[in-house]
């Protein structure tokens, strides 16, 4: 059962870099209902191959007396563009040509999903965002949120992320890119293509999200062996298997790319500058073992911020740690907003 609600926008829609798509197509989840100053909104970002249902990929968080009460709220979460959950992307038909998008989809930036969200929050009638929350790529959109349009957001808690992706980021996202150009079948331009490529690609990914505790922790084997049938062998091709089953290589190099291109002072300035300027109340949560985006850089965040604090959760579980410690987080965000 599709659980999703759509939003079709009727104007050409413009992409930071200049293509076009017409008749963008936005999915979106919502719970709670909108009071009548329709400023009782929390706002979800997904991250990278998540989609609009937050209550399912992020259990404990939505509902009536969890962090984001239900009773209170009316919460949303919207799927982003290049997607394959609802929105537009690179499987659906372009519609100058007749068949679908797949390699020639157009280059998405965190903007242009802003963008999509702002379309979206005026048709349904939002006037303010009392809290916008994300984590890793939703934590670049919750960021993008508050300096595109500062007058909607009130509250952002932004955890595991940065405001630009590091060179770092960057060789683990050309890694995976060049696993799935690798393969063969991505060049097919049909919805199996480059699904080995894609398997081995989330393999690499999974070793930035978590850390070497984590994996000789869970991962660990009873006894030594020659036979190759390593737990962490399996965990490996596991995750990829199911990654593989819901997910595409075309969507997931779209998606690196938008990963790639996150640099909050592109075209306004320094970094420090743009941070200086962000009126919304922030709390910045870091993860102390994550190795993706390192605590250090939330940290750099904290300082350039005005109206902003700083907590770190601690997890094993490394970047995925966002995830995970719901309790802790949940705890941290209810005593940040308790005293706004």
């Not at 599709?2 to 293509?19: A, L, M, P, S």
């Not at 990929?57 to 997607?83: E, Q």
């Not at 957001?153 to 690798?182: G, K, L, T, Y």
């Not at 005005?306 to 907590?311: D, E």
Request: hydrophobic share 40%; glycine share 6%; charged share 20%.
């Amino acid at each position: 059962m599709d659980k999703n609600h759509y939003y079709f926008n009727k104007r050409i829609f413009r992409t930071e870099t200049g293509e076009e798509i017409s008749d963008l197509r936005i999915a979106y989840q919502t719970w709670g209902k909108l009071n009548a100053e329709k400023d009782n909104v929390i706002w979800v970002c997904h991250a990278y191959t998540a989609n609009a249902d937050a209550q399912d990929w992020w259990p404990g968080m939505i509902g009536p007396g969890l962090l984001m009460d239900t009773d209170r709220y009316f919460v949303i979460c919207a799927n982003v563009i290049g997607s394959c959950y609802g929105t537009t992307g690179p499987l659906d038909l372009n519609p100058k040509t007749g068949r679908p998008w797949m390699r020639e989809f157009p280059k998405i930036t965190v903007r242009d999903l802003i963008k999509a969200h702002e379309i979206l929050r005026k048709s349904i009638g939002i006037a303010k965002i009392h809290l916008i929350i994300g984590g890793s790529i939703g934590a670049f959109q919750a960021l993008e949120w508050s300096v595109m349009f500062p007058e909607v957001i009130e509250n952002m808690v932004f955890i595991a992320s940065s405001a630009f992706a590091s060179p770092w980021n960057i060789a683990f996202n050309e890694a995976q890119r060049m696993a799935i150009r690798a393969d063969p079948s991505f060049y097919d331009d049909t919805p199996e293509g480059g699904k080995k490529g894609l398997k081995a690609a989330r393999a690499i990914a999974l070793i930035s999200y978590r850390n070497s505790k984590a994996y000789n922790s869970t991962q660990k084997d009873e006894s030594p062996t020659l036979s190759g049938n390593f737990k962490a062998v399996s965990y490996q091709n596991y995750q990829g298997d199911k990654l593989v089953k819901r997910y595409n290589a075309y969507s997931y190099v779209i998606m690196s790319h938008l990963f790639d291109g996150h640099h909050i002072g592109r075209d306004r300035g320094t970094v420090e500058e743009v941070l200086s300027h962000i009126k919304a109340k922030t709390l910045l949560i870091a993860l102390d073992t994550d190795q993706l985006f390192p605590p250090e850089e939330q940290a750099f965040m904290a300082n350039h911020i005005p109206f902003s604090k700083l907590v770190t959760v601690k997890t094993n579980f490394g970047h995925d740690g966002f995830l995970i410690e719901t309790e802790q987080i949940t705890k941290m965000v209810s005593t940040f907003l308790t005293k706004e």
